[in-house]
């Protein structure tokens, strides 16, 4: 969430960077500013009045130590009046609070300079690309066939058990999912991040915290009678690990990575791209976060993008870097790479991995802060991707490896998978 202060220090950058992210609701920014007048303003009548009453109250000994019975009496009368008027005071003040935090949270993070503009992915920038698209033989098919004719997946038991978008996992295509955890799991922890394996449901106070509540809602699973949320993401439990926490410099810069599955319900996507592997209500994936300070944020970022480029060369997968724009950017980010894979069979792009700064919106929800070398209290800022998400990449692996012999596994894989290939 943005800092109202500094909201009020930069008013004019603030709307011309939401003006970048196609935010529809600028008006929303005199609101937050007028909701923080009104809540100076009663502050500072608050206070006004409970001096009052600390002042009356010190007169009253006085007056009794003298021996003015009438005037302490009179001034116990004025006690009893200003902390009567106090009660509306606070109430009006505790409900304008409210108000100005429930409005606050209605404004997206401001994208980065570095964020190009645009409305549409087809507005998203190319940054590089790597890996030789595959030449694909005669009779070549998709992920969905292969899976069928090796028996690796089952998307009909599937929804027989749950419902469309939960996939059954068998044989050897099980043993590829576990597969490729462990290896991204160990490509991330000899690369410094430390292994965490968190819950799978979270409170509503871990989701508002990296903002999947209120902005989300809908895409999240609830558990009604509990009032847990199933994890979209690793990203929202293990970034909350350190929600209200004041971390020392010398325990920066903070770096976690954790096999999760994940759950959404991709409300409104019907339709869109879901054959197959290619839209899921649970997935398998491994995820980065980072937590480092403010003016080291941008070069992490960097560091992540190239750390999981890195993981798609191992595996020899033809992708793309894109810097998405304003338009095309999550309600909480500053600044995103998406990558994208080629899927031969299909002959397309698919998105297999995201990695985001989000400076300190997340942190400042959280509470998350560091205390800097002059001793104060700092927000961190906070970063996460994809490394990886498991089932555009299955599918990607499937299709560009088939030949007639088998889908032959990159070298990266085969120590994990047990074979160099599925026959």
Same mark, same amino acid.
């Given at each position: 969430?943005?800092?109202?202060?500094?909201?009020?220090?930069?008013?004019?950058?603030?709307?011309?960077?939401?003006?970048?992210?196609?935010?529809?609701?600028?008006?929303?920014v005199d609101e937050v500013l007028a909701l923080d007048d009104r809540r100076k303003k009663?502050?500072?009548?608050? +206070?006004?009045?409970?001096?009052?009453?600390?002042?009356?109250?010190?007169?009253?000994?006085?007056?009794?130590? $003298?021996? @003015?019975?009438?005037?302490?009496?009179?001034?116990?009368?004025?006690?009893?009046?200003?902390?009567?008027?106090?009660?509306?005071?606070?109430?009006?003040?505790?409900? #304008?609070?409210?108000?100005?935090? +429930?409005?606050?949270?209605? %404004?997206?993070? =401001?994208?980065?300079? &570095? !964020?190009?503009?645009?409305?549409?992915?087809? +507005?998203?920038?190319?940054?590089?690309?790597?890996?030789?698209?595959?030449?694909?033989?005669?009779?070549?098919?998709?992920?969905?066939?292969?899976?069928?004719?090796?028996? =690796?997946?089952?998307?009909?038991?599937?929804?027989?058990?749950?419902?469309?978008?939960?996939? !059954?996992?068998?044989?050897?295509?099980?043993?590829?999912?576990?597969?490729?955890?462990?290896?991204?799991?160990?490509? &991330?922890?000899?690369?410094?991040?430390?292994?965490?394996? /968190?819950?799978?449901?979270?409170?509503?106070?871990?989701?508002?915290?990296?903002?999947?509540?209120?902005?989300?809602?809908?895409?999240?699973?609830?558990? #009604?009678?509990? &009032?847990?949320? %199933?994890? /979209?993401?690793?990203? !929202?439990?293990? *970034?909350?690990?350190?929600?209200?926490?004041?971390?020392?410099?010398?325990?920066?810069?903070?770096?976690?990575?954790?096999?999760?599955?994940?759950?959404?319900?991709?409300?409104?996507?019907?339709?869109? @791209?879901?054959?197959?592997?290619?839209?899921?209500?649970?997935?398998?994936?491994?995820?980065?976060?980072?937590?480092?300070?403010?003016?080291? $944020?941008?070069?992490?970022?960097?560091?992540?993008?190239?750390? !999981?480029?890195?993981?798609?060369?191992?595996?020899?997968? /033809?992708?793309?870097?894109?810097?998405?724009?304003?338009?095309?950017?999550?309600?909480?980010?500053?600044? *995103?790479?998406?990558?994208?894979?080629?899927?031969?069979?299909?002959?397309?792009?698919?998105?297999?991995?995201?990695?985001?700064?989000?400076?300190?919106?997340?942190?400042?929800?959280?509470?998350?802060?560091?205390?800097?070398?002059?001793?104060?209290?700092?927000?961190?800022?906070?970063?996460?991707?994809?490394s990886l998400a498991l089932p555009r990449i299955v599918a990607c692996l499937l299709e560009n490896n088939q030949t007639p012999e088998g889908i032959i596994l990159p070298e990266a894989?085969?120590?994990?998978?047990?074979?160099?290939?599925?026959?």
């Amino acid at each position: 969430m943005l800092q109202v202060q500094f909201i009020r220090q930069n008013k004019e950058l603030v709307l011309e960077r939401l003006a970048v992210k196609h935010f529809k609701e600028p008006g929303i920014v005199d609101e937050v500013l007028a909701l923080d007048d009104r809540r100076k303003k009663l502050t500072l009548e608050y +206070d006004e009045t409970q001096a009052k009453v600390n002042s009356a109250s010190k007169e009253i000994g006085k007056l009794m130590a $003298s021996g @003015d019975k009438a005037g302490a009496e009179a001034r116990k009368q004025d006690v009893a009046a200003f902390k009567q008027a106090l009660g509306p005071i606070d109430e009006s003040l505790r409900e #304008t609070e409210k108000q100005l935090h +429930d409005t606050l949270v209605k %404004l997206p993070n =401001l994208p980065g300079a &570095n !964020v190009p503009a645009g409305k549409t992915p087809e +507005d998203n920038v190319e940054v590089r690309s790597g890996g030789a698209k595959p030449t694909l033989a005669e009779g070549s098919v998709p992920h969905w066939d292969l899976a069928k004719k090796y028996d =690796l997946i089952d998307f009909e038991l599937g929804n027989k058990i749950t419902g469309s978008g939960f996939p !059954v996992y068998k044989n050897k295509g099980a043993r590829l999912q576990r597969a490729l955890i462990s290896y991204f799991l160990d490509f &991330n922890t000899a690369n410094g991040y430390t292994e965490v394996l /968190p819950p799978y449901m979270v409170n509503e106070a871990s989701a508002y915290g990296t903002g999947q509540l209120p902005d989300k809602e809908g895409q999240m699973y609830f558990v #009604t009678e509990d &009032n847990f949320y %199933l994890i /979209p993401t690793a990203e !929202v439990p293990v *970034t909350n690990i350190y929600r209200d926490e004041i971390l020392k410099e010398s325990e920066l810069p903070v770096r976690m990575t954790a096999y999760t599955p994940c759950f959404r319900r991709e409300a409104g996507s019907y339709g869109k @791209d879901v054959r197959g592997l290619n839209r899921l209500h649970q997935f398998e994936k491994v995820e980065l976060v980072q937590l480092v300070q403010p003016e080291k $944020s941008y070069a992490v970022l960097q560091e992540m993008v190239e750390h !999981v480029e890195k993981l798609l060369i191992s595996l020899n997968l /033809p992708y793309r870097i894109l810097n998405l724009c304003g338009g095309d950017m999550s309600f909480t980010s500053a600044q *995103t790479y998406d990558f994208e894979v080629w899927s031969a069979a299909q002959e397309k792009w698919l998105e297999v991995s995201s990695v985001s700064n989000f400076e300190s919106y997340q942190t400042n929800r959280m509470k998350i802060r560091y205390k800097d070398e002059n001793g104060k209290n700092q927000l961190l800022h906070s970063l996460n991707g994809s490394s990886l998400a498991l089932p555009r990449i299955v599918a990607c692996l499937l299709e560009n490896n088939q030949t007639p012999e088998g889908i032959i596994l990159p070298e990266a894989l085969r120590s994990y998978f047990g074979s160099d290939r599925i026959a």
